[in-house]
């Protein structure tokens, strides 16, 4: 009689183990920093720091045009393209390693070679390409940088694969469909809206820092036609982006009508903030030759505040507001209270003494709210004793009285965060009461974890969560949906030994012939249940009748 031989060592780990132990270096480097459908991968990543490098290299190739910037600077301009250089040659020779392991190339018989004939590698190489003959071989500056543009290529690895998932989501889709695919999140928008939305903070970014640059007088000395031109460019693509918002808003539930929903939308507080980046700028071309109109050139900050449509936090933050309210205008109301009776008690104290500093009240609320806030400017302070005083005690009411809507908001702010946490876990809880998560379901937990702010192995934690909390449900309830119960055999193993159980104690009931009369006179049960109640009872009685003898 032969033996059966022992399992091997894999045949005793788990699937996931197993693909662990044999997975190569080259696998492993190709997993970590390129597969973007492996689990735990940082391709994603890699992808966006490579994109913000390409850009700096871009802007660096812009600011060394300008004389006064590029010659002071030049030996850190070099390091900055030399480190560039460094990454790019790393990244293509990574690729290059690793190609056996990507799809495209693996079936070739010389991976290597049939990817370094691709498009993409040819652009990386092109990127990086005249860096190193420059070294060699005695190259004009001005034919180096042209040159030097073809990094602009590398995009393109990153924004073509985005724009055929765009492609292939908006089929069939309608142009004002597929512009509100774009500038709005929806199931249609895919990553390509990701890198539009990050285009947008690129610009607000940029305008913002000239704007502030423009206040020192020797940088806008040097690039005040520069500042004009980015300008103007800054202005045209927020004009773009408004009028693609205005256009497509009537995609949205809420807008729904051609003119009101547009009218609706114009109203938003985001909207008007879209609108307040761009118009100082036509008011002061219009209306320069009647009125002065240079001081909007500051408004143009504002637009900062159009990064508050892609954080979460400032919805979050503005809900917290709504409904702290009354709490906050209570303690608002308290200080206002406060800051009056302490300038009142100042003026009283202080202005027969300090006449030219404590000349009225309103001069001294603001004492008082320096005070209170416990800034302490010193510009204006009391001198006689009975001030001082005073002034003790409200620098100690301060602490506490200023510190309240503080408390009341992050302490609101915490428990708005761990509601909003708990909804998408009770999201998660009604989207896997089938067992599955559909592509639609993961892409709106997708979404609330973007406003949460939650991370994508949070997210994996809280499924797994979900997925363990729905299996225990499942064990006791009988009534699962059966796509459930084929997915998982354990649990209807489980519910099968359940209702076993539930017919023997039903069929050993002190009563169960009265029990038998009703289920063989009942008009829902048909002949084959009535039997196999008949056969279940008979046979539990024959298992029960030695132990009853016995006892």
Not at 276 to 295: G, K, M, N, T
Request: charged share 20%; glycine share 4%.
């Amino acid at each position: 009689m032969s033996e059966t031989a022992p399992p091997a060592a894999d045949a005793l780990l788990p699937p996931a183990a197993v693909a662990r132990q044999r997975r190569t270096l080259r696998s492993t480097v190709y997993h970590w920093l390129f597969d973007k459908h492996g689990g735990h991968s940082y391709a994603e990543h890699v992808e966006q720091w490579i994109a913000v490098l390409i850009i700096a290299n871009i802007t660096i190739m812009l600011l060394e045009l300008i004389p006064s910037l590029y010659e002071p600077y030049a030996k850190w301009f070099h390091i900055f393209d030399v480190f560039s250089i460094i990454i790019f040659t790393f990244e293509y020779l990574i690729r290059l390693y690793v190609a056996p392991e990507d799809e495209e190339f693996a079936d070739s018989s010389v991976p290597r070679l049939k990817y370094m004939f691709s498009v993409f590698a040819l652009i990386d190489i092109a990127a990086i390409l005249p860096f190193y003959l420059s070294a060699f071989f005695a190259m004009d500056l001005r034919v180096l940088r042209v040159l030097r543009l073809l990094r602009l290529l590398k995009l393109f690895r990153v924004l073509m694969p985005a724009i055929h998932e765009f492609v292939e989501l908006n089929k069939g889709r309608t142009f004002r469909q597929k512009v509100h695919a774009l500038v709005f999140d929806s199931p249609h928008s895919g990553s390509l809206h990701h890198y539009y939305d990050l285009f947008i903070v690129f610009w607000v970014l940029v305008s913002v820092l000239a704007v502030i640059l423009e206040s020192v007088d020797s940088i806008y000395y040097n690039l005040a036609l520069e500042f004009v031109v980015l300008d103007v460019l800054a202005v045209l693509v927020f004009c773009f982006e408004y009028a693609f918002r205005l256009y497509s808003c009537v995609e949205e539930p809420k807008f729904r009508h051609w003119l009101g929903g547009r009218i609706r939308y114009a109203r938003n507080p985001v909207a008007l903030i879209d609108l307040l980046a761009i118009l100082p700028f036509f008011l002061e071309v219009l209306l320069h030759h009647l009125v002065d109109l240079r001081f909007l050139r500051t408004f143009r900050l504002l637009r900062l505040f159009k990064l508050t449509r892609y954080t979460g936090s400032t919805s979050t933050l503005m809900s917290v507001v709504r409904r702290e309210l009354p709490i906050i205008g209570a303690a608002a109301f308290t200080m206002m209270l406060l800051v009056i009776l302490a300038a009142s008690f100042g003026y009283l104290l202080e202005h027969e003494a300090q006449p030219d500093k404590f000349e009225n009240i309103p001069t001294a609320i603001y004492w008082a709210v320096i005070t209170l806030a416990s800034v302490g400017y010193g510009d204006i302070s009391p001198i006689t004793p009975m001030g001082r005083f005073m002034t003790l005690i409200m620098a100690l009411l301060g602490i506490g009285i200023f510190a309240i809507p503080a408390s009341i908001l992050s302490s609101a702010f915490m428990q708005e965060l761990q509601l909003q946490r708990q909804q998408l876990e009770n999201e998660l809880n009604v989207m896997l009461s089938d067992g599955v998560l559909s592509d639609e379901e993961m892409e709106k937990v997708s979404q609330l974890a973007k406003r949460l702010n939650i991370s994508h192995n949070q997210i994996e934690v809280l499924i797994e969560k979900a997925k363990f909390q729905q299996t225990e449900r499942a064990k006791n309830d009988l009534f699962m949906p059966k796509e459930f119960l084929t997915e998982h055999p354990e649990i209807a193993a489980a519910q099968f030994h359940i209702l076993f159980e539930q017919l023997k104690r039903l069929a050993t009931l002190p009563n169960g012939a009265a029990v038998g009369a009703i289920i063989a006179r009942s008009q829902e049960l048909d002949a084959a249940q009535k039997r196999l109640w008949l056969e279940l009872s008979e046979r539990t009685v024959a298992l029960d009748e030695p132990s009853r003898k016995t006892d």
